[in-house]
């Protein structure tokens, strides 16, 4: 309704707002609990992730992407390429596989560079990729051929990002890059900075996703490149410097609609009145404070750091408050899985979050997801989130998403929250 009054009045308008449709597919973890293979993958995880965490030099992302379940498409070049990615608010690059991205080394073919262990145990990452007994990077990935792009523009520099679970990794590029896919209503950002990936780690096997679509802030930014969003609020391409984030409910159906995306302005069609704004405390996440928590018969006011962050699935809390929360709940620790486990069925109270002056109820509906084995049991989603010391020590992932619309005001440094009005 919006777009349309908008362009009426302003006629050949060059700001807009612009509404992007999400995907729901099923997360990876789902996938890897059914066939059996989530707990050694885990084990394996996290020893990566001690020793990538002791290396300083090396910034490591929060997300590692593989209980994610919602995806949307964007498009690169001209004409334009079309790619599927996770739009991240706790990350500030985007890449996408190159064109490159699988010419395999020489030397794979050892077995520990088959199946899903590769990315820990093989010498060569780049033997880690995304097909068929894991020897060929990036398989079933779209991947951008610059050649074929009339608006490309070389850039030279190299790009590293570090996940629990592996690595992305190849050089920069820039072009235009547009915000919805093919056909769809469009953001549209010439002169974009994004990675190019040579070499994939098999976190992406079998996942119907090419990449990431940071939506953080350039401080976070590997290489300090200007994230797109960015980039289209500094060159005046939106209506108003800030995007709202609409989540619907996870369920046991995969490949339907997952939600929205409104770049330029607040999503009125589903959210309900805007609560409040909390100013961030630091805009390099999206992290503010967050005052208190209750859950059954556990509180605290103690007061804590937090990031918004869509590409997160569940609640990371501080060990200790996980814990309590766990079990004032009723959810059971399954330290194979690395989740609380949940009859799906469960009556269970709402996890209050008070931020600024607002309490913010998490109603089971977004609070219980589904596990992906077939059986009765579900997931309560908060988890322990070790921060190692520093940054933001709670990550209100997708639950408190779902529930309640996020406004991503990077213009006025702050976050609103407004509810959602899906039933
Ligand atoms: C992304 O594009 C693919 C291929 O055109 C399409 O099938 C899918 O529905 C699109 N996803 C979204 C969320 O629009
Ligand atoms: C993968 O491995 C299986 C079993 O070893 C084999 O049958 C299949 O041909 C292999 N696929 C490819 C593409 O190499």
Redesign the pocket.
Same mark, same amino acid.
């Given at each position: 309704m919006r777009t349309v009054l908008l362009l009426a009045v302003l006629g050949c308008a060059v700001s807009a707002l612009v509404q992007?449709?999400?995907?729901k597919v099923e997360p990876i973890r789902n996938r890897m609990i059914r066939e059996g293979t989530w707990a050694e993958y885990r084990k394996k995880k996290d020893i990566r992730t001690l020793m990538i965490s002791k290396d300083a030099s090396v910034p490591q992302q929060v997300n590692d992407y593989e209980d994610e379940a919602y995806?949307?498409?964007i498009t690169i070049g001209t004409p334009e390429q079309?790619f599927?990615v996770i739009l991240d608010t706790g990350s500030a690059n985007l890449w996408i596989p190159d064109i490159t991205c699988g010419t395999k080394p020489g030397n794979c073919n050892q077995g520990a560079c088959k199946g899903a262990l590769c990315q820990f145990e093989c010498p060569d990452q780049a033997c880690c990729g995304a097909g068929p007994n894991y020897t060929d990077s990036c398989l079933q990935q779209n991947k951008f051929d610059a050649s074929k792009s009339s608006t490309y523009v070389k850039n030279g520099r190299n790009f590293i990002i570090e996940y629990g679970t592996g690595s992305a990794k190849g050089f920069l590029g820039q072009d235009t890059v547009r915000f919805? =896919?093919?056909g769809?209503a469009q953001l549209v950002v010439p002169n974009t900075v994004f990675g190019q990936a040579t070499s994939l780690a098999a976190f992406f096997e079998g996942q119907p996703l090419d990449g990431i679509l940071g939506l953080a802030f350039q401080t976070i930014a590997v290489d300090q490149v200007t994230p797109p969003f960015i980039n289209a609020i500094n060159q005046n391409l939106v209506d108003q410097p800030l995007f709202t984030v609409f989540l619907e409910h996870e369920g046991d159906a995969n490949n339907v609609? =997952?939600g929205v995306y409104t770049y330029g302005g607040i999503d009125t069609t589903n959210c309900g009145p805007l609560i409040a704004y909390q100013p961030l405390s630091s805009a390099t996440y999206y992290q503010f404070k967050m005052s208190a928590v209750k859950a059954g018969s556990y509180s605290s006011n103690k007061g804590w750091q937090v990031i918004s962050d869509t590409g997160t699935s569940l609640l990371g809390a501080p060990q200790a408050v996980a814990t309590a929360i766990g079990s004032a709940l009723g959810g059971t620790w399954n330290a194979d899985y690395g989740v609380y486990i949940i009859p799906c069925a469960a009556q269970i109270g709402s996890i209050d979050l008070t931020i600024g002056s607002n309490v913010y109820s998490i109603q089971p509906k977004n609070s219980i997801v589904p596990l992906g084995d077939g059986s009765s049991n579900c997931i309560l989603t908060i988890f322990p989130f070790n921060n190692f010391g520093f940054g933001p020590s709670w990550i209100l992932g997708d639950p408190f998403i779902r529930q309640y619309c996020n406004i991503y005001d990077v213009g006025n440094q702050q976050v609103g929250f407004a509810p959602s009005l899906q039933k």
């Amino acid at each position: 309704m919006r777009t349309v009054l908008l362009l009426a009045v302003l006629g050949c308008a060059v700001s807009a707002l612009v509404q992007v449709p999400l995907q729901k597919v099923e997360p990876i973890r789902n996938r890897m609990i059914r066939e059996g293979t989530w707990a050694e993958y885990r084990k394996k995880k996290d020893i990566r992730t001690l020793m990538i965490s002791k290396d300083a030099s090396v910034p490591q992302q929060v997300n590692d992407y593989e209980d994610e379940a919602y995806i949307g498409n964007i498009t690169i070049g001209t004409p334009e390429q079309q790619f599927t990615v996770i739009l991240d608010t706790g990350s500030a690059n985007l890449w996408i596989p190159d064109i490159t991205c699988g010419t395999k080394p020489g030397n794979c073919n050892q077995g520990a560079c088959k199946g899903a262990l590769c990315q820990f145990e093989c010498p060569d990452q780049a033997c880690c990729g995304a097909g068929p007994n894991y020897t060929d990077s990036c398989l079933q990935q779209n991947k951008f051929d610059a050649s074929k792009s009339s608006t490309y523009v070389k850039n030279g520099r190299n790009f590293i990002i570090e996940y629990g679970t592996g690595s992305a990794k190849g050089f920069l590029g820039q072009d235009t890059v547009r915000f919805g =896919g093919i056909g769809q209503a469009q953001l549209v950002v010439p002169n974009t900075v994004f990675g190019q990936a040579t070499s994939l780690a098999a976190f992406f096997e079998g996942q119907p996703l090419d990449g990431i679509l940071g939506l953080a802030f350039q401080t976070i930014a590997v290489d300090q490149v200007t994230p797109p969003f960015i980039n289209a609020i500094n060159q005046n391409l939106v209506d108003q410097p800030l995007f709202t984030v609409f989540l619907e409910h996870e369920g046991d159906a995969n490949n339907v609609p =997952g939600g929205v995306y409104t770049y330029g302005g607040i999503d009125t069609t589903n959210c309900g009145p805007l609560i409040a704004y909390q100013p961030l405390s630091s805009a390099t996440y999206y992290q503010f404070k967050m005052s208190a928590v209750k859950a059954g018969s556990y509180s605290s006011n103690k007061g804590w750091q937090v990031i918004s962050d869509t590409g997160t699935s569940l609640l990371g809390a501080p060990q200790a408050v996980a814990t309590a929360i766990g079990s004032a709940l009723g959810g059971t620790w399954n330290a194979d899985y690395g989740v609380y486990i949940i009859p799906c069925a469960a009556q269970i109270g709402s996890i209050d979050l008070t931020i600024g002056s607002n309490v913010y109820s998490i109603q089971p509906k977004n609070s219980i997801v589904p596990l992906g084995d077939g059986s009765s049991n579900c997931i309560l989603t908060i988890f322990p989130f070790n921060n190692f010391g520093f940054g933001p020590s709670w990550i209100l992932g997708d639950p408190f998403i779902r529930q309640y619309c996020n406004i991503y005001d990077v213009g006025n440094q702050q976050v609103g929250f407004a509810p959602s009005l899906q039933k």
